[in-house]
Each structure stands twice: as structure tokens, then as C-alpha cells.
T-cell receptor, first 109, second 113 residues
Framework: KQEVTQIPAALSVPEGENLVLNCSFTDSAIYNLQWFRQDPGKGLTSLLL?????REQTSGRLNASLDKSSGRSTLYIAASQPGDSATYLC????????FGTGTSLTVIP | EAQVTQNPRYLITVTGKKLTVTCSQNMNHEYMSWYRQDPGLGLRQIYYSMNVEVTDKGDVPEGYKVSRKEKRNFPLILESPSPNQTSLYFC????????????FGPGTRLTVL
């Protein structure tokens, strides 16, 4: 069964810092890896989708990489802002989806 | 507006009283699924559906039923709810598991007393 791990569980950084969130998974037979953002009490917002044949995707200040053979993905956030404070989740899928437990990010003004 | 809607958003009920949480999407997506989110356990998939009349168990299907009679709707049924089903539930949809991103509904917070 696929297992997805996210490290660290929580992270606090001062505004303006660049940061990296990590996601690892045990079974490399995946279709996609997707990064989400979840604000407290809210639903999930998709940030980036990397298909299994791709190595990275970029959107604005966000860059996500995928190394399928080693079962790892990173989400890089450049020049962090207080509005980036949220929980970040990664998910991998075949026909089923498996989520990590998330990294809770706090950006301090 | 493209969206996934869920109803109700909040529900408090008692053990054993059957309930249904509705989910609807207006994006003509073939793939739909239900998740529950619990502290420390993250999101776990309950059931998913690849298309009309096709449903499959996810990781935690016990105590739940689903149906997919139309492409746009995917209700979650709890025939006899128990307190351990108290959770935050999300419905999601996408074109397919290997295609495009998943879109999530706003969530349903269920409390079973």
C-alpha cells in the first residue's frame, strides 16, 4: 500500500525567506503528484500537478519537483509572505489517491 | 462557475440515524471520490468512481456506501452512523485519475453523538 510522508510537520519562517517542503512516497507506480494548500476550516486548493513523466512544474513563486525513481517531491516557495501561511499537502495517485499528513507553514511578518 | 458542491456543510446527528451527504460537480468530470480528514491521519479515500455505475473502495470504506447514477452526482450514505465516523468529509472530482488535477468541495463537518 502506498504511504506518503511529509517533512517537516510544521515550519515557521520569517517573511521573505525561501523554503522547501518535502514529500516522499513508497510506490513509484504513480500517475501524478499534486500539491495542495489548505487554509484552516477550508477545502483544498490545487497548487501544482506534476505528471509522472515530468520533472518539475512552476507557478509564480512556487516550484515543485518530482523524482519518481527515488519517491520524492519538493515544493519550493520563494520569497515567502504571511499570506502563504497554511497547511500544504501532497498527494500521489494511481486509480486511488494517497495524501500525506501535511506541513503546517507559518510565515511571520 | 466550475465547482464541486456538498450539502450539508455541517451536520450533527445521533448514532444509527441514516444520513446522506450530497456531492455535485458541474465540470462533466468522470472521476469522483470521497475523503475523510482526521487530525494526525490526514485525508483518506473512502470510495471513488471512475464513471457512471462504476464505484470502488478506497482505504476506509467500512460503514459507508456510495452510488453513481448520474455523472454529476456522487452521494455518500451512512446507513448507521457511529461516533467514529465523526470527521470532516470532502468530495472531489477530476477528468480522470491520470488526467488533470482534482477539484475539491468545501467540506462537510459531521458529528455523530
Amino acid at each position: 500500500k502506498q504511504e506518503v510522508t511529509q517533512i517537516p510537520a510544521a515550519l515557521s519562517v520569517p517573511e521573505g525567506e525561501n523554503l522547501v517542503l518535502n514529500c516522499s512516497f513508497t510506490d513509484s507506480a504513480i500517475y501524478n503528484l499534486q500539491w495542495f494548500r489548505q487554509d484552516p476550516g477550508k477545502g483544498l486548493t490545487s497548487l501544482l500537478l506534476i505528471q509522472s513523466s515530468q520533472r518539475e512544474q512552476t507557478s509564480g513563486r512556487l516550484n515543485a519537483s518530482l523524482d519518481k525513481s527515488s519517491g520524492r517531491s519538493t515544493l519550493y516557495i520563494a520569497a515567502s509572505q504571511p499570506g502563504d501561511s497554511a497547511t500544504y499537502l501532497c498527494a500521489v495517485n494511481g486509480n486511488q489517491f494517497y495524501f500525506g499528513t501535511g506541513t503546517s507553514l507559518t510565515v511571520i511578518p | 462557475e466550475a465547482q464541486v458542491t456538498q450539502n450539508p456543510r455541517y451536520l450533527i446527528t445521533v448514532t444509527g440515524k441514516k444520513l446522506t451527504v450530497t456531492c455535485s460537480q458541474n465540470m462533466n468530470h468522470e472521476y469522483m471520490s470521497w475523503y475523510r480528514q482526521d487530525p494526525g491521519l490526514g485525508l483518506r479515500q473512502i470510495y471513488y468512481s471512475m464513471n457512471v455505475e462504476v464505484t470502488d473502495k478506497g482505504d476506509v470504506p467500512e460503514g459507508y456506501k456510495v452510488s453513481r447514477k448520474e455523472k454529476r452526482n456522487f452521494p455518500l450514505i451512512l446507513e448507521s452512523p457511529s461516533p467514529n465516523q465523526t470527521s470532516l468529509y470532502f468530495c472531489a472530482s477530476s477528468l480522470g485519475p491520470s488526467l488533470n488535477e482534482q477539484f475539491f468541495g468545501p467540506g462537510t463537518r459531521l458529528t455523530v453523538l
